[in-house]
């Protein structure tokens, strides 16, 4: 098992698909009488699997999250600074196949080819029968989490979080009003801790509107600080 297998937390059936993940088109074009395969094809679908993978995790792990805001954070976990930092974490740019002249212009800590091959790398796992939610999650979830990013954007669970971290604490919602015609209402959700007013929210479902007020709270106990 090499290295780079190691780092990922799979064992290549199929080594083709390994090297071919790791096969920039630089190195394929200078090498096309070997008739070997560059790792877009790979990186096509890895681009899916890996949405597939974080919005599913996001949906499960937060009931309450609006779409936005699912929308908004699997947009911060799958983009090209976030792919760019797992493959450091695997030294990917060691690993990679380039052409002569990528090789020459720093091809090996460009962001935008090491994200690619991250991608290439999640399909060839999916591919070879491997669990890629493995890697998706040692590479990119858990350092998210650790840095985090997930936290910052489920306010509900980061306040009643904060608020158990002494005992005694309560925290409930309720709906002050609700605004405008079936199709197109507007609520309005107060967040009350220890039984006083601390904020209120607007949104266009109560649970919108339960993490708006959620968040004003925390932006409130901040500013007090």
Known sequence: MT????SIGHEF???NLLETAVT???YANENKKKAIRCNERLEFLGDA????TVADR??????DMPEGEMTRLRAELVCEH?????AKRLDLGSHIRLGHGEEMSGGRTRGSILADAVEALIAAVYLDGGDPEIMIDRLILTPAREKGVSVVLDH???LQERMQRTAGHTVSYETVK???PDHSKTFTVRVIIDGKSAAEGEGSSKKEAEQAAARRALEAMDNDA
């Open 3 to 6: 290295k780079l297998e190691e």
């Open 13 to 15: 059936k199929d080594r």
């Open 24 to 26: 920039h088109s630089s």
């Open 49 to 52: 699997v890996l949405g597939l």
């Open 58 to 63: 996001l949906y499960r792990k937060y009931p």
């Open 82 to 86: 976030s792919l760019h930092e797992a």
């Open 156 to 158: 509900k669970t980061l």
């Open 178 to 180: 609700e605004e405008g």
